[in-house]
């Protein structure tokens, strides 16, 4: 008999800072396997931190660090001429503060998911990619390097010998190349529910993605990414989990082998 197929939904949180509140993260738990939490340089502070590993642990849902580059005023998204140095050390600086975290309220870490232009940047310059999956792999090798499916980071984890998670995205449209259509173009984002929902579910059942360009992608998909900042976050993570079980899919924080 086949296997029941199995996606992970995560989603980004723990954005809030100092006097300013952002995200649904507490209501969206229940509908999540996975929680990517900012640590501090794009997003969140100390006590943000602790709040949402409280949160996550109280749900079940697997705890990820989410490092961004040092842009709190961009919230992370303008790229930055930084060296593979650069990107293993703020990594490392990162990783090491929301581990210390998770360990405090006696939680461990499960995955590590760079944010942003950073995420952006390692899915297509090999030499940043293979810094911060370094960076993961001298921290916590048991840790899972999530990253855009197919791209350099996901072939740097591998190469080290970490498991990967092959992400997509439910709110975002693809280029022909497979990388992510960028933000400051109109088309970037997917604003209707039903066409996001369409999307994952071919990707998850079918392995593939109709491109910008009009022709079919192929991708592997073993995590889902959420939004939790978009004003109706919660509504659609609702109705994706609710369209994911009424298929038949399994959903489970990501658990992939370790590379051969």
Known sequence: MPSTPTIDLNCDMGESFGAWT????VALMPFITSANIACGFHA???????????????????????????????FGRRNMDISPEEAHDMTVYQLGALQAVAKAEGGRLHHLKPHGALYNMAATNAALAEAIAEAVYKVNPELV??????????????????????????????????????RRQPDALITDADQAIAQVLRMVQGGG???QQGTDVAIRA??????GDGAHALEFAQRLHTALRAAGVALQAARPAVAP
């Open 22 to 25: 952002l995200g649904h993260d």
């Open 44 to 74: 969140g502070d100390p006590a943000v931190m602790k709040q949402t590993v409280r949160a996550a642990l109280e749900h079940n849902v697997a705890l990820g660090a989410h490092p961004g580059l040092p842009d709190l005023v961009g």
């Open 145 to 182: 390097l999530y990253g855009l499916a197919n791209s350099e980071l996901t072939k740097a984890g591998e190469k080290l010998g970490l498991r990967t998670a092959h992400e997509v995205f439910a709110d975002r449209t693809y280029q022909a190349n497979g990388t992510l259509t960028p």
């Open 209 to 211: 993605v109709r491109s």
């Open 222 to 227: 073993d995590t889902v990414c959420l939004h």
